[in-house]
């Protein structure tokens, strides 16, 4: 495994990653992890069940790592949107979602460089994961969430012991108060700005190529808030690529809800980054997320793998709930989001009805239970 360091995005500034920061001390831009060196099939641990089994690939002190499971959920084709796609239940994690890969390896890198506190601001799913995470491995955890958040996914951030503050305003609200509580001296374990984050999803792209018999679908269309799953796609297929066990990295596309899309304003704008507009509520909480802090990045993600990224309207995300639901997978709304996109990019002909894609489904339904009864 080379040695890792935290780097800009233009390189300019690089930190040794055994002192945490989660954003650059200079210029306060988010920072990455410099390329990892990734792994072949032989290196994968198969007496593992959890993501730990890309242990060889994820660069992290494992000797105080916490097991829950997580990672290697299910993959399996349905009949959906005119198409036959594959779909990986990250729903089915310990905590009900997808943020449980990331979460295990921040907080183990956190814990291994001698973090006690940790702060974060989220719309549900991430603050549970922490919570959960921070809870084990021994971390004391305050979490800060929109005030319409959930009460299923409060109800559960509180029972793994965190200090939950319900925030009232916008989801900007919420992550300004963080900041500022993250300059007291509290870590800031923010998912959207720690690249440890992704160092956990990244570990998606290599069980859905061994669940593949070691190959990789055509596509794969994720719900993208903050865009960490995307990104640990991207990073985790380029590794596989650049060890040669993959010839090409699939199609990305990104879906969001078409009230809060910044990735579809900046793909519908050929922008490269963020664009002004207004948002609007959603039903997929999740992944309601105005301005993300990568934007940059995901937009390269995008362009690199020749996919794109697609707005969803609110009237048809509970539809696509329950269509789901109807093949046996009750999932929340956030996630039904990347069913409907997949939905009409078989209908506009941008995906093949008989090509092989991966939709992602990030959520259980049980954590929006109370929006789905309403």
């Given amino acids: 495994m080379g040695v890792s360091e935290y780097v800009t995005r233009d390189g300019g500034h690089r930190y040794p990653v055994d002192t945490p920061i989660w954003r650059c001390p200079e210029t306060g831009e988010p920072v990455n992890l410099t390329p990892g060196d990734g792994l072949v099939r032989a290196d994968i641990d198969a007496g593992e069940r959890s993501l730990w089994r890309y242990a060889k690939a994820v660069r992290v002190d494992k000797s105080v790592r916490v097991d829950l499971g997580e990672g290697c959920t299910p ?3 349905i009949s959906y949107g005119g198409g036959r796609p594959r779909l990986k239940m990250e729903s089915m994690m310990p905590t009900g979602s997808f ?3 990331g979460m295990a390896v921040l907080c183990t890198y956190l814990k291994a460089n001698g973090v006690s506190e940790v702060l974060l ?5 991430a603050a549970g994961a922490l919570a959960c995470f921070a809870s084990v491995l021994g971390l004391t955890c305050t979490v800060l969430v929109p005030a319409h958040t959930s009460p299923a996914k409060v109800a559960q951030m509180r029972a793994y012991g965190a200090t939950v503050d319900l925030v009232e305003g916008t989801r900007k609200d919420v992550s300004d108060k963080a900041l500022a509580l993250a300059e007291t001296g509290v870590f800031y ?3 959207n700005w720690q690249p440890y984050f992704i160092e956990g999803t990244k570990t998606l792209a290599y069980e859905i190529w061994e669940q593949s018999g070691f190959t990789v679908p055509d596509n794969v269309v994720v719900p993208v808030g903050g865009g960490s799953n995307l990104l640990g796609c991207h990073i985790g297929f380029d590794e596989l690529k650049r060890r040669g066990e993959i010839d090409r990295v699939p199609r990305l596309f990104a879906a969001q809800p078409a009230t809060v899309g910044p990735l579809v304003r900046a793909y519908d704008a050929g922008a490269t980054d963020d664009v002004d507009y207004t948002p609007a509520p959603t039903l997929a909480e999740g992944v309601a997320i105005h301005k993300p802090v990568r934007t940059r990045e995901c937009m390269i993600a995008l362009a690199e793998t020749g996919g794109a990224a697609v707005g969803v309207p ?4 509970l539809p696509a709930v329950r269509r789901l639901a109807r093949c046996g997978a009750f999932v929340e709304p956030s996630s039904a989001v990347a069913a409907d996109a997949y939905e ?3 209908a506009s002909g941008t ?4 090509e092989d894609t991966v939709v992602v489904l990030t959520g259980h339904g049980l954590k929006s239970i109370d929006a789905l009864m309403e």
Avoid: C, Q, T, Y
Wanted: hydrophobic share 35%; glycine share 8%; charged share 30%.
């Fill in 99 to 101: 943020k449980d890969r």
């Fill in 121 to 125: 601001d989220s719309s549900g799913n």
């Fill in 314 to 317: 609110e009237a048809d995300i």
């Fill in 75 to 77: 993959l399996f084709p």
């Fill in 351 to 354: 995906i093949g009805a008989e």
């Fill in 344 to 346: 009409r990019l078989v």
């Fill in 189 to 191: 374990a923010s998912h």
